[in-house]
């Protein structure tokens, strides 16, 4: 029965996690990581804000770590905790955190890899394992990127290579191993390639209810995602495709059959969707950036997802003075929030805990995480 936020490219990162979870989702995925990608990271104790980050080891901010800083550490293993003393890249700019995830604030939380071996999954998985719940195999991305990489929904006619990749992962982690897919040709195809999957030991197998060709604007095809949920399969079953308000979670799940709804479209436009009472999505697009502000999000990230929940001819005047501005400054003056951007910015500078609304009470506030 759970409500559950789906992974989304761009989108996934923390603040919205954070948003989707304090309105009643479930279980949260992050955006889709290559294996390649999370495997070249480094993992690092954000004293500043009481998370973990996972940050590019050749676009890191130098060797040495001062104060509460630690060593330079392994890919996955304990790392260096990032505090008074650390220094920022060379060139003064911010290193590239690849993920960043406060596991008891958002938890579950589900990391999503794109990968197309074993070899390249594991690696990459071993990373982040410790801070996550479980790990998803996407295989249902039909990207250009990631089927030409064997990766999303390439996978889809690669079921010896699956089964390679799921074992893998199973035999070596720890953490419950899922996979999200897509509808194949026909449904006794799809659903002989979910049983393949769930007989490799993984916990649950989200269904995305379209063809690999299909997008969004396609209606999603809920008898053939029922049709596959009646034949029975020995693990959950979560469906995936056109959630938009509270009470599709219950008609969705009822009319699919399914154990589970993740919904993806729907929290990106208004996380409050996983709520009873749904809040206007102005209101909830200013708590989502008062949320990237406390988590220090990139502020480029936190423009593309604001475009992206404000979409529709309703919001067209405020996302064209979100279009012309960059930086949280410029972002919270579009959205009548400078005051607020004001007093955030300087109770941080003071040491005010308050600057850290909604985060553990173990900050360590007025300590330059970078």
């Not at 001062?66 to 890919?75: I, L, N, P, R």
């Not at 769930?198 to 989200?206: D, L, P, Q, R, V």
């Not at 009646?230 to 938009?244: C, E, Q, T």
């Amino acid at each position: 029965g759970a409500a559950i936020l789906a992974p989304m490219v761009r989108c996934g990162t923390l603040p919205l996690r954070l948003l989707c979870k304090k309105y009643g989702a479930d279980i949260v995925y992050g955006e889709e990581i290559i294996d390649r990608k999370i495997s070249r990271c480094l993992r690092r104790e954000n004293v500043t804000l009481g998370c973990i980050d996972y940050v590019d080891k050749d676009d890191t901010f130098g060797t040495e770590y001062g104060g509460a800083g630690g060593g330079e550490g392994e890919s996955g293993g304990a790392g260096g905790k990032v505090g008074a003393g650390a220094r920022r890249k060379k060139d003064g700019k911010r290193p590239n955190v690849v993920f960043r995830t406060l596991p008891e604030q958002e938890g579950p939380v589900v990391f999503q890899i794109g990968t197309g071996d074993a070899v390249n999954a594991l690696k990459g998985a071993e990373v982040v394992a410790r801070d996550v719940s479980a790990i998803d195999v996407n295989m249902g991305c039909p990207k250009h990127f990631s089927i030409s990489g064997g990766m999303g929904a390439a996978l889809l006619q690669k079921p010896d290579t699956v089964v390679d990749i799921l074992k893998t992962l199973i035999r070596n982690l720890s953490v419950p191993i899922t996979c999200k897919v897509r509808l194949l040709e026909t449904t006794e195809k799809t659903l002989d390639f979910m049983r393949i999957c769930a007989n490799t030991g993984i916990s649950a197998i989200a269904l995305h209810g379209r063809y690999k060709e299909q997008r969004s604007s396609t209606p999603a095809r809920l008898a053939d995602v029922k049709a596959i949920a009646d034949a029975g399969l020995s693990i959950p079953l979560i469906h995936n495709g056109d959630v938009f308000k509270y009470e599709d979670i219950g008609r969705l799940r009822e009319a699919t059959g399914a154990d589970a709804v993740m919904i993806a479209r729907g929290a990106m436009w208004n996380p409050s969707v996983f709520s009873p009472t749904m809040r206007p999505k102005m209101e909830v697009a200013k708590e989502y950036l008062k949320t990237a502000l406390h988590v220090d999000n990139f502020a480029q990230n936190t423009k593309y997802t604001l475009l992206r929940m404000l979409e529709g001819d309703e919001d067209m005047e405020v996302r064209h003075a979100i279009q012309r501005v960059k930086g949280h400054e410029a972002l919270c003056e579009a959205l009548n929030l400078a005051e607020y951007y004001r007093l955030q910015q300087a109770t941080r500078a003071a040491g005010d805990k308050r600057s850290y609304i909604g985060l553990p009470p173990t900050l360590r506030p007025n300590v330059d995480p970078y």
